[in-house]
């Protein structure tokens, strides 16, 4: 083993002797679960605004589920990066499970999961808040509506960078041959 | 915490936002005051209005239509708006939809209790009370003789009660002390909802404080001016005034020495909000002063529409709908009389 030497019953020794599986499936299980929560969240907080604004103008309904397809998305994207994610998994022999080169795997499985989800998270709040004003703008106002669904395409973005990043650093998950 | 309410609001609030504002989109505007304004009788009105929101409650009413039944069937549709409103809301929603009736409330308590003094028939009076300030035990209010009576007989079991403390005396109800005790009553209740906005916090407590604060300074100042030349002493008019607002505590101290309406405008030029109404009104001229505030109050209750997420909203549609009714009244009124030269008067238009 190279690096630092670490004393056996110290907080860095228990950290390295967590199995870099138990890593990856808490990252696998953040990416997919925070990104529905983020995704559901903005649903709700879009489609409760579009059901009210619809009694007094039923026109806006049809387009305005644009914006529950782009919170739908967020949770697309944290389901594929999961199933790339898992795709990563590869068994190594016991005696080199706490190698350096597998606890560098382990993590980068971790990391890509918690990149995805809490980017996902904060994107799908974002397009469902602004969904929510898209449908109320869009009841009182029907030229707003393509305006303020820039504002949601610009919102979108966010995963989708989080998706990107979360894939890159997946690709560095690599584990030691056998 | 302020600034995160898009977060929680839609929970229990999104759908209802969503319908306020569906009925603010069906305020009246300026072209349809304009249509009104034009008309001839009021079996026109009743035409112009079909083609609104109001269609389908006046749409049955037989032809020689009446001032009285056009105000009856448009406060109703404001009620419906409100009870359907009200039934959907959970807490702490439903309790601030509640506060808003409390002030019809005290209005129809007034109403009845003054009827009474003059020696007018229960029914007939209940029949101009406001429906949404009806309570149960309404009709005993007639019975009683003075306050410690109305407050034992009717009001301990009403919302109103905790308003009562400071009314409670056991002098007989004459025309004065009954108008002292709707100011006081009112009091107790701004107080009371300032405080509880205040509680709610974020959006909905920043909103609400300017909208009651305006409403205190408005009602200061209509007391004072309705208690020149009075016997109502300084002591006692400076007891009707709310503890909050932008008048509170100073402008409170020259209002209540304030003895004509000159001394009255020089106290409120010294507060910028306030100035820009009253520099609109020539030295002597008071009449135009309600227009002033309501022009205010409705300019101040569109912006409440502004932001989303929190409470105010309703409480601005209930108000601008009431603006609403006052301003079809007048216009029936007008039309009804062959006074159109004077519809412009009294007409605040909203957008």
Known sequence: MSGAAIHASSWAAALVRISPYTFSAIGIAISIGVSVLGAAWGIYITGSSLIGAAIEAPRITSKNLISVIFCEAVAIYGVIVAIILQTKLESVPSSKMYDAESLRAGYAIFASGIIVGFANLVCGLCVGIIGSSCALSDAQNSTLFVKILVIEIFGSALGLFGVIVGIIMSAQATWPTK | ?351
């Not at chain 2, 007034?110 to 028939?121: A, K, P, S, W, Y």
């Not at chain 2, 108008?179 to 009112?186: A, G, S």
């Not at chain 2, 300084?234 to 909050?244: G, H, I, P, T, V």
Request: glycine share 4%; proline share 3%.
């Open chain 2, 1 to 351: 915490m302020y600034g995160f309410e898009a977060l929680t609001f839609n929970i229990h609030g999104g759908y209802l936002e969503a319908i306020v504002r569906g009925h603010r989109a069906g305020l009246l505007t300026t072209a349809d005051y304009n249509n009104l304004c034009q008309c001839e009788n009021l079996d026109d009105i009743k035409m112009h209005l079909s083609a609104t929101k109001y269609g389908s409650y006046l749409q049955n009413e037989p032809s020689p239509l009446h001032t009285t039944t056009i105000v009856e069937k448009c406060t109703l549709k404001l009620v419906d708006d409100y009870k359907h409103m009200l039934c959907q809301a959970t807490e702490p929603m439903s309790t601030f939809l509640e506060y808003i009736r409390y002030g019809h409330m005290i209005d129809n308590v007034v109403l009845i209790v003054t009827g009474t003094l003059h020696e007018r028939d229960v029914q007939e009076l209940l029949e101009k009370c406001h429906p949404l300030g009806m309570f149960d035990s309404i009709a005993t209010l007639a019975v009683a003789q003075n306050m410690r009576e109305l407050y034992r007989l009717v009001l301990v079991d009403t919302p109103l009660a905790p308003y009562f403390s400071e009314c409670l005396t056991s002098e007989d109800l004459d025309d004065m002390n009954i108008e002292i005790m709707r100011n006081t009553l009112y009091k107790a209740y701004l107080e009371d909802f300032y405080k509880f906005c205040q509680k709610l916090g974020g959006a909905t407590s920043e909103i609400m404080s300017d909208l009651l604060a305006f409403e205190a300074d408005r009602r200061a100042v209509n007391i004072t001016i309705n208690s020149i030349g009075t016997e109502l002493t300084r002591e006692d008019r400076k007891k009707l005034y709310s503890n909050f607002g932008l008048l509170y505590p100073y402008g409170h101290e020259e209002l209540a020495i304030c003895e004509d309406i000159d001394q009255v405008r020089g106290v409120m030029e010294k507060y910028p909000p306030y100035q820009a109404i009253f520099s609109k009104m020539s030295y002597g001229e008071s009449q135009m002063l309600d227009k002033a505030f309501y022009e205010e109050e409705v300019r101040r209750l569109c912006l409440a529409f502004e932001q989303q997420f929190h409470y105010a909203v309703f409480f601005a549609y209930m108000r601008l709908r009431e603006q609403e009714i006052r301003n079809l009244m007048w216009i029936s009124e007008c039309v009804a009389q062959n006074q159109k030269s004077r519809i412009h008067d009294s007409v605040v238009y909203m957008f």
